[in-house]
């Protein structure tokens, strides 16, 4: 597994053989990164980032319009798709 920008595991690439844990990616279209040259990691996340988990096993990816880190903006309808991907998830 390789870090991401702030030092934490991400999930396995695509291809590979390692275990790969269902998912549930949230995050919103206007998250915003840092100016070019600005020091230092971004807390935000590129919608790349989200995107890189689609087509996992067990796994949704949902990037809410018009909303910016994490959907937090739209938190209501976030937790509605995080919701029903846990009872869907818990289920199987």
């Known amino acids: ?28 279209t206007a998250d915003v990164s840092p100016p070019h ?3 230092g990691p971004s807390l935000h996340v590129p919608q790349h980032d989200t995107l890189v988990f689609t087509g ?19 938190m209501g309808e976030a937790m509605e798709l995080i919701t029903a991907w846990l009872r869907k998830t818990m289920v199987s």
């Open 1 to 28: 597994m390789e870090p991401c920008r702030g030092g934490l595991p991400v999930a396995a690439p695509a291809g590979t053989t390692e275990a790969r844990p269902p998912v549930s990616a949230p995050g919103g």
């Open 37 to 39: 040259g600005r020091p």
């Open 56 to 74: 996992r096993r067990a796994t949704e990816v949902h990037l809410l319009p018009d909303t910016g880190h994490c959907a937090i903006s739209k």
